[in-house]
């Protein structure tokens, strides 16, 4: 096997993965799939459907910037620069996604109290 064919497998199986998660989440809403959701942080989420669409969307983002990495490679990544632009640009893609949901996440919830001192 050769490097491009391995980078493509990995990542359109990465890509898959997202689309279905994304369905999963954004879709079918399985909130349990999102990581730090549980029966005691729920009752913190104010809108329940929001924040699925929000995390749904994130997947779907991801699996596109990784469905579109192989093609991006072969076209400027012949190159030890021209690659490494493409995989900076593709994790400041993916950090820049998940920096914006975090932050678009906090409209869907509610800070929980402090505990009251004695």
Known sequence: MTAKLIEI????????????FA??????KKMELIAGYNKKSSQYVTDK???ARLVGRLCLLVGLASGAMPIATTIWGSTAT????????????VAGAIGVTVLQARDYATKPSAPRKP
């Open 9 to 20: 497998i990995v990542m359109e199986g990465i890509a898959l993965l997202m689309f279905w």
């Open 23 to 28: 369905y999963l989440i954004g879709v079918k």
């Open 49 to 51: 459907e929001g924040l």
């Open 82 to 93: 021209g690659f490494a632009s493409c995989t900076g640009a593709f994790g400041g893609f």
